[in-house]
């Protein structure tokens, strides 16, 4: 992760409530001193820190980002804000069960400045988008997506504040859904719910 772990603290709130249906096992980031290994440690949650400069290459780096990960067992990976692309052995392992949030209506605006190419190129509404994470720059299945309007005197700042407002309810939701309803996969069609 690198923001400041909004997203990860709203998951964290609601994992508190035990009718929510999923609980926070660890919590990884690929540098140290951020706020949101603060936060998880706060919530008395493991943390561990997976840096691409302490390994030989990218490939190594990425394997033990997926041993790291793979500890603890989860049924369920959220990269949230996470702003690294996992590659092949991370998604041998985690593909299909990792979750990532974008801040645009994807397929519009991929890539790390969401909010920005949206404001830049005028559209009027654009959003959040989370989808399970696969190989490309954002293009994986979409899980869910909510829209927000672009006004006129919108800044990059204002108009991802706004996008990530909606984005956190919209992660906790569909994560809280995928936990206690599972999802169903066809074609690239997500749907909420066992087959
Ligand atoms: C979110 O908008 C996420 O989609 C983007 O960066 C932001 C991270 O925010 N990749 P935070 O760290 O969860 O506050």
Redesign the pocket.
């Known amino acids: 992760?690198?923001?400041?772990?909004?997203?990860?603290?709203?998951l964290l709130d609601a994992c508190a409530s035990p009718d929510f249906g999923a609980e926070v096992v660890a919590v990884g980031a690929d540098r140290d001193a951020i706020?949101?290994l603060t936060r998880a440690s706060d919530a008395g949650i493991e943390t561990f820190v997976r840096k691409v400069k302490d390994f030989g290459s990218r490939e190594e780096w990425d394997a033990a980002l997926a041993e790291s990960v793979a500890a603890y067992e989860p049924d369920l990976v959220v990269s949230?804000?996470?702003?690294k692309l996992v590659g092949e052995t991370f998604l041998d392992r985690f593909g299909g069960k990792t979750l990532?949030?974008?801040?645009a209506l994807l397929p519009s605006f991929p890539g790390?400045h969401?909010?920005r190419d949206a404001l830049d190129y005028g559209v009027k509404v654009t959003g959040?988008t989370l989808f399970i994470v696969d190989a490309g720059v954002d293009t994986g299945m979409i899980v869910d997506q909510v829209s927000v309007p672009v006004e006129d005197d919108d800044t990059e700042e204002t108009l991802?504040e706004r996008?990530?407002v909606v984005?956190?309810s919209m992660l906790v939701e569909s994560v809280g859904r995928i936990a206690r309803e599972g999802y169903t996969v066809d074609g690239r069609r997500v749907r909420f719910g066992r087959a």
């Open positions: 992760m690198s923001g400041s772990g909004t997203n990860l603290q709203a706020q949101g949230a804000g996470f702003m990532n949030t974008h801040p790390m969401g909010a959040a991802h996008i990530k984005e956190r």
